[in-house]
């Protein structure tokens, strides 16, 4: 078992990888201090950068004197490290690697979408985009209905790494909803994705630090100097 008098997480409180985070060590019971970089993309820390050189980004878990860096590393290390609260991961081994490609899939794919619908230049862009989210979305709504095993979470019964991973998209997801006047999630065709979030918002070791969308559709309109 990993020491926990020593460990720290950097992050911000809007930052969805972050959440991935905090909800992890929540499962696992581990004390930690949290500080926060409440304008990380325009001020950094000295910690955050002695940290992270790299990428000089959070989140960063630091244990003792080791650093961490990159949410779903984190996360990983987290499970590995702390016996206590339930495995995060699967324990079979091919499960281990089907939750992993799916993690990838959305910090790719699903989140590479969501990033190319805020930087479109043009009404054609932002439609591609939309395009290409909504097929993404679809295809991890597919996802979520193998993986439950008709379940509340993709991990089954209890929350586990994917659920983790996918989490961090509803927020993203509920601001470009707010800016584009599109439902991405939607009954028709998400149906449980739109179930799930609503269980996994509300689980306990996710609602003390997830924001509300109301929350990050105002921290986005700050951010972006939106009315």
């Known amino acids: 078992m990993a020491q926990n008098d020593t460990v720290k997480l950097i992050g911000s409180w809007a930052s969805p990888f972050s959440i991935r985070v905090r909800a992890a060590l929540h499962l696992k019971s581990v004390k930690y201090e949290y500080l926060d970089e409440p304008d990380v993309l325009r001020s950094k820390s ?10 000089k980004k959070v989140p960063v878990l630091i244990n003792g004197d080791v650093s ?11 499970d590995e490290a702390w016996s206590s609260g339930p495995s995060i991961l699967p ?35 932002r439609m591609a985009a ?15 209905q193998k993986t439950s095993k008709g379940l509340g979470f993709f991990g ?13 998209l509803l927020g993203p997801v509920s601001v470009i909803e707010a ?43 700050k951010k972006f100097n939106v009315e």
């Open 46 to 55: 000295e910690l955050l950068l002695k940290s992270n050189p790299i990428f």
């Open 68 to 78: 961490i860096c990159e949410s779903l590393n984190i996360v990983q290390y987290i």
């Open 91 to 125: 324990s079979h081994p091919q499960e281990r690697a089907n939750a992993r490609f799916w993690a990838i899939f959305i910090d790719e794919k699903v989140f590479g979408s969501l990033q190319a619908m805020g930087e479109a230049k043009d009404d054609e862009g």
């Open 130 to 144: 939309a395009e290409q989210l909504m097929e993404n979305l679809a295809t991890l709504e597919e996802a979520f």
């Open 156 to 168: 089954g019964e209890n929350i586990g790494f994917l659920d983790l991973a996918c989490g961090t």
């Open 179 to 221: 800016f584009s006047g599109v439902k991405f999630l939607r009954q028709e065709t998400t149906p449980g994705l739109i179930e799930w979030g609503e269980k996994f918002r509300a689980h306990e070791a996710v609602k003390p630090y997830m924001p509300t969308p109301e929350e990050f559709i105002a921290f986005a309109k």
